[in-house]
């Protein structure tokens, strides 16, 4: 009989475990937590984003991306524009800080994910990022289905 693995709960440790370790060493050595250093690696590639933009690339609430963002420009790392297509809308410019803390932050990243896959060989790599993508693409319906088949309603009957 094979033993179960837990996904779940592996995911959730490993999430918190790298997360907080990578926020720590790159609060360190850029002065920008993980999140705020994806925002300005976003505005690399794509200045002048909207905030609602970068709630759906983050798959975070305006109220989170917003507090980031208040850090980013109180840190001189970014600041808010008004929307020149939107009267009510915002969008978000990095500013030279943000570019060289970005520049800084990328080598430190590469290596992050070089050392993560570095006991893995290229087929293994293909399935972890087989898996992750799956899991970003079909988290929703997977967890729905199986919240829906175990309700309170249809285990008590």
């Keep these: 009989m094979s033993k179960q693995l837990r996904v779940f709960h592996r995911l959730q440790a490993a999430h918190s475990a790298l997360f907080r370790a ?3 060493h790159l609060r360190d050595t850029v002065g920008l937590g993980n999140a705020q250093q994806t925002i300005l690696f976003m505005l690399m590639r794509e200045d002048g984003l909207s905030l609602g933009s970068i709630a759906r690339q983050l798959q975070l609430g305006k109220p989170g991306v917003s507090g980031l963002v208040d850090r980013l ?10 929307d020149p297509d939107d009267a009510r809308g915002v969008r978000l410019h990095i500013l030279p800080a943000g570019r060289a803390a970005a520049q800084r932050a990328a080598p430190i990243t590469k290596a992050i994910n070089r050392e993560l896959l570095a006991p ?3 087929s293994e790599r293909d399935t972890i990022a087989r898996f992750l993508d799956h899991l970003a693409m079909q ?3 997977i967890v729905a289905s ?3 088949a175990l309700s ?6």
Excluded: T
Excluded at 73 to 82: D, K, L, N, T, V
Excluded at 152 to 157: A, D, K, L, N, T
């Design 22 to 24: 990578a926020d720590r």
């Design 73 to 82: 420009e109180a840190g001189g790392f970014a600041e808010r524009r008004p």
């Design 120 to 122: 893995f060989s290229e």
């Design 139 to 141: 988290a929703e319906p």
């Design 146 to 148: 199986k919240v829906a």
């Design 152 to 157: 309170p309603e249809r285990i008590s009957s």
